[in-house]
């Protein structure tokens, strides 16, 4: 039965949304790949020629990847069929650099399995939905959602495998990466050439009932093109509606912990990094109180980015939900409750207005629903709404005009 | 004593979230302009050189919209000053086709008071909130906020008038309008040079609370550039949630006759118009049932254009009440007011994605309270939401996916 695929959504970081492209249209599929045949020649593959990989990939990809029927600006991706059961990898067999891909991906899909346990027990009430489907030319997702849970409203958590192809213009476009440090995604292509890229990644956002529980996103992803530039991205940040300077102290203080056992200058450049990228620029203010965020990290041992990408996935239960368990029955007011819709229309204006992520996706046709799960359920615009000066609101509103170092 | 300016907002359609750009930061203000010296040379003005203009205005404009510090994509304009009440007009006096402005201006302020006095007539509860500005080179505002109605959740009305400037690119960009026989706005001025512009127009968004009555919105304005190009554009649009074919009919029917009274060409191409302007791409849907939109209207006798936008404004109340008045007190259920909710998502997300103008407002620094008032006070986004096969939500989103003829 063809029924449409529930992918990557959740997707508030370019390269999630991009995975969500994955889910364009409906179709067959044939028998999924396996994991027989991996090689694991990770070495070679990371020396930036793109000579370094085997035809059979390169074919493979131009194959699917460049089909005249498909729009110019999108990402190439063959059709999707849903499937009962997810295959045991998602990633093709018989290509280059197979080991990295399959170990990350086995990594996500273990913390998408520990963080959704762990939130269901936080809820006590609704369980995730798991939809799973795979893509024809090798792919595919597994996508976890919540909704009307005991504590979360709408909660997601994706995991997507994609095998696709960029303009490299829009695989570049990022002005913020420059600033950190950014890769040449597009070697060995000329401009106007599409690059053909692998990504997996897992992508969250959990949107809770309570004004005194903050919505917390995450996204860990690991991209190769087929001219052999790879790299790592990802991030956890956290968007309370109130100011709770405990909360905001355990939760930067977990990443700074995670982050510092890998490298000392980690966190405060991933924080500030955080900071600048979930800006509202029109409001003059930070989506949320940040967290962490990353992208184009490949300056080291690959093997040692997994690690700190991994530590930083399986942490997002340690360093989320004890916040949420003890805020989940705190009493609040009808007042309270509309604050934290009006900080929810700042979430959608960001998401919508800003997201490289999202606005790509929406542009590109990609799978909406996917794309916009990311949104919460409810959200709310009061005309010229000021929180009266020594309110709680007014209080946490300071914040998100001036991010504070908090640990 | 400075407040901040409650102006255009509203605006759903570029030249009127131009004009919310108008208000930017506070400042002091000269007096008032008056409307001696007025000129009534509309003739040798649009003859569309820039020598036809008296170099006053040009110096005027030139000063005010080049000062050094304001960011380059930006519109250019004077900061504002909140008045008790706004002067007689908005326009500068002593300045070149004078006429044309402030007798438009002149027909929104009654067109304003009308629509709004008309709205509050069906309401029978809320009042509008009236906020005037002026600005120190000449313009300003009458905004026009209605919020916590019996009927309706939120409604505003917002007149503007603008002297500004703007990058030619900026000013010419407009995909869609190159389809319907686009107007050179630049003409003039070479590429990457600002282009001093003269704006007028009033916008308005009304958002019931009834599920069985529709939103609307229009929006009218006049635009001269100091090259000595000018146009009229516009229009009036209506989204309901529910499918109602008679109320389609007449509301369509009402601007078809307001159409064919100047040019029998004028329904078909504009209805047309709304269309394709009012379409959200990655939904494949339009956000509401059309209307009629229109812009670069300058094929003809200023003064025919003029009576004819006039009898677009004056007819928004024949138009859009008596639907309201119809449904206002219908019974409705919690699924249905959460499925008006949804769609008032899809007013969100193509406001916030595709609407030229509020993007570039947003983009541009222009007064983010104005910019946005045009979203609903609530909104919902269900994931994955399908109506069930011959509901009625199924029944209007089919006509949301394939625009129909209505008369």
Redesign the interface.
């Known amino acids: 039965m063809l029924v449409?695929c529930?992918m990557s959504?959740a997707a508030a970081l370019l390269p999630l949304a991009l995975l969500a492209q994955a889910a364009l249209s409906s179709a067959y599929v044939t028998s999924p790949s396996s994991l027989s045949g991996i090689r694991t020649n990770f070495a070679s593959s990371v020396s930036k020629s793109r000579r370094a990989y085997p035809l059979s990939w390169a074919r493979a990809l131009r194959a699917t990847a460049t089909k005249p029927d498909q729009k110019s600006e999108g990402l190439g991706f063959d059709s999707h069929k849903a499937v009962d059961k997810a295959p045991d990898t998602l990633c093709r067999d018989g290509t280059a650099n197979t080991a990295m891909r399959a170990k990350f991906e086995k990594m996500l899909r273990e913390a998408q399995d520990y963080i959704c346990k762990s939130v269901e027990n936080v809820d006590g009430g609704a369980k995730f939905q798991t939809d799973a489907w795979t893509r024809e030319g090798g792919g595919g997702g597994i996508s976890r959602?919540l909704?009307g849970g005991k504590v979360w409203e709408?909660a997601?958590c994706n995991l997507s495998v994609v095998y696709g192809s960029m303009p490299s213009e829009a695989l570049q476009a990022a002005n913020d990466r420059l600033k950190f440090g950014a890769t040449d995604r597009a070697k060995g292509y000329a401009p106007g050439e599409r690059v053909p890229f692998f990504a997996c990644g897992l992508s969250s956002v959990m949107h809770p009932k309570n004004p005194h529980c903050p919505t917390m996103h995450f996204n860990y992803r690991y991209f190769e093109t087929e001219g052999g530039v790879w790299w790592f991205g990802g991030g956890t940040d956290i968007t309370p509606a109130y100011l709770n300077v405990d909360d905001m102290k355990y939760f930067h203080g977990t990443y700074k912990e995670v982050c510092d056992k890998h490298d000392p200058e980690f966190y405060p450049k991933f924080k500030k990094w955080a900071d600048e990228y979930f800006f509202i620029?029109?409001?003059g203010e930070t989506r949320g109180l940040g967290g962490i965020f990353f992208d184009d990290l490949n300056d080291r041992d690959p093997e040692k980015i997994f690690e700190f990408a991994k530590e930083c996935a399986m942490n997002v239960p340690k360093a989320y939900l004890p916040i949420v368990e003890a805020h989940k029955n705190d009493p609040f007011t009808q007042k309270e409750k509309e604050w934290q819709?009006m900080r929810r229309?700042r979430y959608?204006?960001f998401n919508?207005?800003y997201d490289r992520g999202t606005?790509f996706?929406?542009?590109t046709?990609?799978r909406?629903?996917s794309?916009?799960?990311s949104?919460?359920?409810?959200?709310?615009?009061?005309?010229?709404h000021r929180p009266e000066p020594g309110s709680k609101e007014a209080e946490v509103l300071e914040v998100f005009r001036n991010p504070r170092d908090w640990v």
Chains 1, 2 share one sequence.
Request: glycine content about 16%; aromatic content about 6%; cysteine-free.
């Open positions: 449409p529930r959504g959602v909704t709408k997601g620029k029109h409001r819709l229309g959608v204006e919508l207005v606005i996706g929406l542009k046709g990609g909406i629903e794309i916009l799960m949104l919460p359920e409810t959200a709310r615009w009061e005309y010229d």
